[in-house]
């Protein structure tokens, strides 16, 4: 017993004690900056910025070894620990700033909406603490370090980055808003933005190599590692480093969110291209490259490709059918039934269900074999639901109307029914696709060899950040109304 505490205590308290302390330095910086360090004095009674830093990286220290015990089991590796680390961030935003500090200073509890808006910076410095913390964890736990990347895996995430990098510029010059983010900078120039996002681009494309040098998982849970890692560019370049070389300071009030809105769906989208381009080409280069045999219990790529399509058709027809009843709620069936000329509310149906189906046949190629129980297809379900959301009403929508996407407070602020129809669309979805491959196994594959080799997949995804991702997919689809709010 006394050893198996020792260990603990070296491998995970001291580690992450350690790592707190370099994550609140980071988030330090930004409450000085602020002016938000007398405001934590107050909890020892005090009111000097020099108590406020000293109590605020006491906390910080005790916070961060609560994130070494919540990662010692968990699969080593950058990118895993730093995504647990984002979502550990937040985890403390709503447990501190929201809950315990108002709770402790004043008795009530932080959880009104204007309460929460006006906690907005604070929102993203315990971001930059759980990113600082994490990077610091596997800077001090060697074992945490991965593979150095290969040459061929630096390219691949070069060109993913750039030519994302370029879809984000295209998109956002049609909107006109290439301005817009030159001006973040202290610059009109369009050819000023133009390269910095190619920066911008090159840079998120060596770090997802470095977090990942080989890719992981299939396609689907790339998808949703770069929305959640497009979403940590936002708050990184669109909100911070940009502002500060323009020599505007930290661009974090609720205010300057909202005036630069457009690039949060613009930088979710790029994040997402960015690993679906990165896990392509890598599966591109293992086609023509390598001569791997599948598992003995697989079937042929056409056959397994067959039946997730069919379920993820079937499975979105009831994610389509419960999406109606908001749908019919909020008067939306004509609008839909424009994308072909029509205008009644019936044939709006019949499309959307179509749509509907369209979907759900993509989430069955994209997440096949990666819900392994109901928390896991909830999760996958939901966050697939939330990027359609950022995808289809807000992007795809006008372009198919002749229209060109508007990335607004405003139009995001029309479709904000629409979020709880996609969340709840993405959660019916991943379930009923769930329960549709868990009753199937091939004819040569004993039930038993399934359901152990089910058993083995579950437990070995919750040792990566899967959690964390469906968790922080959660805390973005809950930011867009914090932001969108008055």
């Known amino acids: 017993m006394k050893t198996q505490l020792r260990e603990i205590l070296k491998s995970a308290i001291l580690p992450g004690a350690l790592a707190g302390l370099v994550g609140g330095i980071v988030f330090g910086l930004a409450l000085y900056k602020l002016g938000a360090l007398s405001m934590i004095a107050q909890l020892v009674g005090g009111s000097t910025g020099k108590v406020g830093i000293v109590v605020h990286l006491i906390i910080a220290a005790i916070i961060g070894s609560g994130f070494g015990l919540l990662i010692w089991h968990q699969r080593a590796g950058i990118g895993e620990t730093l995504f647990w680390g984002l979502t550990y961030g937040t985890l403390w935003w709503f447990l501190g700033p929201l809950t315990l500090m108002p709770l402790f ?65 295209s998109m956002l010059n049609a909107q006109g808003q290439l301005s817009a983010f030159a001006a973040m900078m202290n610059s009109e120039s369009q050819l000023v933005a133009w390269i910095t996002l190619f920066i911008i681009g090159a840079l998120a494309g060596l770090g997802f190599v470095l977090l990942y040098p080989r890719s992981t998982d299939t396609s689907g849970a790339g998808l949703i590692r770069g929305t959640v890692y497009g979403f940590l560019w936002w708050a990184i370049g669109a909100l911070t480093l940009l502002p500060l070389i323009g020599g505007t300071g930290l661009a974090w009030s609720l205010d300057e969110a909202r005036h630069g809105f457009a690039f949060l769906p613009g930088f979710l989208l790029f994040g997402a291209l960015l690993a679906l381009l990165y896990q392509w080409l890598d599966v591109l280069v293992r086609l023509l490259l390598s001569d791997e045999i599948g598992e003995r219990e697989d079937e042929g790529i056409g056959t397994l490709g067959l039946r997730a399509l069919g379920r993820g058709a079937l499975a979105g027809i009831v994610g389509g059918l419960i999406f109606t009843l908001v749908m019919i709620q909020v008067g939306f069936l004509p609008t839909v039934a424009s994308l072909i000329g029509a205008q009644s509310a019936f044939t709006g149906f019949i499309v959307h269900l179509v749509i509907s189906i369209l979907i759900g046949a993509s989430y069955g190629i994209l997440f096949r074999k990666q819900s392994q129980d109901l928390g896991s297809a909830l999760g996958w379900g939901v966050s697939y639901g939330f990027f359609w959301w950022i995808l289809g009403p807000l992007t795809l929508l006008p372009i198919l109307l002749g229209a060109t996407p508007e990335w607004t407070v405003e139009i995001a602020t029309k479709y904000l029914a629409s979020l709880i129809g996609h969340l709840s669309y993405g959660a019916a979805l991943g379930i009923i696709f769930y329960i549709m491959e868990t009753r199937f196994s091939p004819w040569w594959v004993s039930q038993h060899h399934a359901q152990a080799a089910r058993m083995g997949r579950r437990n070995a995804q919750a040792l990566t950040s899967a959690p964390a991702l469906w968790a922080f997919v959660v805390v973005i689809a809950l930011i867009v109304p914090i932001v969108l709010g008055k």
């Open 105 to 169: 200073l004043k008795g009530t509890l932080g959880w009104d909406l204007a309460f929460v808006q006006s906690a907005f910076p604070s929102l993203l410095g315990h971001l930059f603490y759980g990113v600082s913390t994490a990077l610091a964890f596997v800077l001090i736990k060697r074992d945490r370090m991965a593979e150095e990347p290969s040459f061929g895996s630096v390219i691949r995430g070069l060109l993913a980055g750039v030519l994302s990098a370029w879809f984000l510029g």
